[in-house]
């Protein structure tokens, strides 16, 4: 089964760094771009970044761009979304997701289960 | 930096009708960048359909994407309770290469 899971909820407090991981399996991890997606309680999905695991090649929403960092370790199928410095306002639901390319067009078709991420004092 | 805007915000309609959900570009898209998610409360978004035509699988035949340009639509043509959840577009942009997101249509039981 192809599938991308998340590690568990975090609280943290202002100030603290984090970093949480999506595991693939099922699948060839270095072959496909995986992307990590933002959801503020009660809002909608903004797009963060992406990065292709088979040469960590990365991208960044402007809007993130310097706010987070995206890694990945092939070795063990394992993506990372990192902060330096968490803020009040880093607090949402953080998804990964697997970004299919095909002839028709391309879209992000596995989805891990998300993590929740709180920061409060 | 293409923005898409989804209409309506909510949408009230019954089991057994037709929902129509638009989203506008606001500039030219490929119609292979251009997909549908659905959400459902506590869950992770699940893929509805890619190249703005072309259903993900599993997904049944009573969903249906149209468009082009800068004007797309998702058509459910006869609700099921199950449905009913948040409905977000999306479409990808090669300079910079970015993958946006809508606002998001929320479709409720009437």
């Known amino acids: 089964e192809v599938q991308l899971v998340q590690s568990g909820a975090e609280v943290k407090k202002p100030g603290e760094s984090l970093k949480i991981s999506c595991k693939g399996s099922g699948y060839s991890f270095t072959s496909y771009w995986i992307g990590w997606v933002r959801q503020m309680p009660g809002k909608g999905l903004e797009w963060m970044g992406i990065?292709?695991?088979?040469?960590?090649?990365?991208r960044y929403s402007p809007s993130f761009q310097g706010q987070v960092t995206i890694s990945a370790d092939k070795s063990i199928s394992t993506a990372y979304l990192q902060w330096s410095s968490l803020k009040a306002s880093d607090t949402a639901m953080y998804y990964c997701?697997?970004?299919?390319?095909?002839?028709?067009?391309?879209?992000?078709?596995?989805w891990g289960q998300g993590t929740m991420v709180t920061v409060s004092s | 930096e293409i923005v898409l805007t989804q209409s309506p915000g909510t949408l009230s309609l019954s089991p057994g009708e037709r929902a129509t959900l638009s989203c506008r570009a606001s500039q030219s898209v490929s119609s292979s960048y251009l997909a549908w998610y659905q959400q459902k409360p506590g869950q992770a978004p699940r893929l509805l359909i890619y190249g703005a035509s072309s259903r993900a699988t599993g997904i049944p035949d009573r969903f249906s994407g149209s468009g082009s340009g800068t004007d797309f639509t998702l058509t459910i043509s006869r609700l099921e309770p199950e449905d009913f959840a948040v409905y977000y577009c999306q479409q990808y942009g090669s300079s910079p290469q970015m993958y946006t997101f809508g606002q998001g249509t929320k479709l409720e039981i009437k």
């Open positions: 990065i292709y695991p088979g040469d960590s090649d990365t």
């Open positions: 997701a697997r970004l299919i390319t095909m002839i028709v067009g391309d879209a992000f078709d596995i």
